[in-house]
């Protein structure tokens, strides 16, 4: 058995280490190891941002996250800014027109070494290749032990070990079902920023088309959410960042949930017929595939004209009914998917649900076992696309290592 630990910090992700980087300036003397189940920390955080790294947003505020733990927006708030904190590490953080922080490198390697060489000058230990399966409550400390065998025994543990979202990047929930042996329970847990799988058949023609649009997600006819940005088709479902956005109500709304999308959302109805009259009056000789060939890439426009009139195409344009053209514009403002689900965990970026807000206390430390912090993933907060989730970590990481470290003051020599 190893010399006891002050603190451990199971997952060396964005949060373990913002935490252990934090735990260690409020209580240098304090022995703070990152026990990390692959073979070196942070290798999600080099796949962030497609390999840019998304660090934060400057537009902040509670409408972009969602989840159980209330104080989730006060803890972000009461952290520094994401460009303050990186500063500190010496990165340069600039945002794009839509509020989206990036390092100015652009290249998440910059982010995630500023972070290692950081918890190296301050004396933060990493241990690479411990899985952790189970934390031991004794009377003097924790001890929490790993799937090869090897027990780590420590004053307090943080756990960061994220959700169930991207398990190629070590995330496979396992951390979230040692928790319940600990008293804690979830809320529903499923894929958030993610694709939304639709009826294949209803995608039939549309695979790797990508169009700029606006998407309002339905339940029941009631109103929900909308986004507008560029949508992706794939053989199975909807993509793209708006699409994402809208994965959230998924667990709320499982089996009602429909995405309506708007193929034309800078003109309304009625000058999109007006559109439709032109071109019946300059293509009128040709056939009906040529409808919306002006507006959308090919393989769309077929689709749409198809499915809006619901015959072959090889009338001529002239032919069309006033009436038809104004059903082709309804479809293109109007095209309904009824959603089947969030695409498989690998294709997440996040997890929708988690540790319940109400198994922790305002310091983010477990109500059923004084001395265990959660921070990050794991915990039941989910951020919209755009630099919110790895706030919500860095941030809650930063909270949890501050409040950790001040509980064992008078503890430490
Ligand atoms: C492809 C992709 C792109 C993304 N892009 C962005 C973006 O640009 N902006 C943004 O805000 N968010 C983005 N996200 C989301 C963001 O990366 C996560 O929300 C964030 O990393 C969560 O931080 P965390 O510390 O809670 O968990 P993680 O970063 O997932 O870290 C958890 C760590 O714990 C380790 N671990 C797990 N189980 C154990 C165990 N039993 N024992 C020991 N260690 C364990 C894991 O190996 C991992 O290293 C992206 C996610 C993905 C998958």
Request: charged fraction near 25%.
């Amino acid at each position: 058995m190893s010399r006891i630990t002050d603190i451990a910090v199971i997952g060396g992700g964005a949060s373990g280490l913002a935490a252990a980087i934090e735990a260690k300036n409020i209580m240098p003397q304090a022995r703070v190891v990152i026990l990390e189940k692959l073979d070196r920390v942070g290798k999600k955080i080099l796949a962030t941002g497609n390999g840019r790294c998304n660090l934060s947003n400057i537009n902040m505020s509670p409408e972009h996250y969602h989840g159980s733990v209330r104080n989730a927006m006060r803890i972000i708030m009461s952290t520094p800014p994401a460009k303050e904190f990186f500063g500190s590490l010496g990165v340069i953080c600039s945002a794009d027109p839509k509020g989206r922080i990036y390092p100015k490198s652009n290249t998440a390697s910059t982010v995630l070494s500023a972070l290692r060489l950081r918890a190296a000058e301050v004396g933060v230990t990493e241990r690479c290749g411990f899985e952790a399966n189970f934390i031991e409550s004794a009377p003097d400390c924790f001890r929490i032990s790993s799937t090869s065998g090897e027990k780590y025994p420590c004053k307090r543990v943080i756990v960061a070990a994220g959700g169930y979202a991207a398990p190629q990047f070590g995330t496979d929930g396992s951390v979230i079902r040692l928790l319940r042996s600990k008293g804690c329970h979830t809320t529903k847990i499923c894929p958030a920023v993610a694709p939304l799988r639709v009826r294949p058949e209803l995608l039939k023609g549309l695979k790797g088309i990508r169009a700029k649009g606006r998407v309002t997600a339905y339940s029941g006819g009631m109103f929900l959410k909308e986004e507008a940005g560029e949508i992706q088709f794939t053989d199975s479902a909807l993509s793209g960042i708006c699409v994402f956005n809208m994965a959230h109500l998924v667990s709320q709304y499982d089996g009602k949930l429909t995405l309506r999308l708007d193929l034309a959302a800078d003109m309304d109805t009625e000058q999109l017929v007006g559109y439709l009259r032109v071109i019946q009056y300059q293509r009128g000789k040709h056939t009906t595939e040529e409808l919306l060939t002006g507006l959308f890439p090919r393989n769309l426009a077929l689709y749409l004209t198809k499915r809006s009139l619901g015959r072959s195409l090889t009338d001529d344009i002239a032919s069309l009914k006033d009436s038809d053209l104004r059903q082709v514009a309804q479809l293109v403002k109007n095209l309904d998917f009824d959603v089947l689900g969030s695409a498989p965990w690998k294709e997440a970026q996040v997890t929708c649900g988690g540790i319940s807000g109400d198994c922790v206390d305002d310091r983010l430390q477990l109500r059923s076992e004084k001395g265990i912090f959660l921070c990050g993933e794991i915990l039941d907060v989910d951020g919209d696309c755009g630099g919110y989730n790895l706030q919500w970590a860095w941030s809650s990481g930063i909270f949890a290592g501050r409040n950790c470290a001040e509980s064992l003051r008078g503890e430490l020599i």
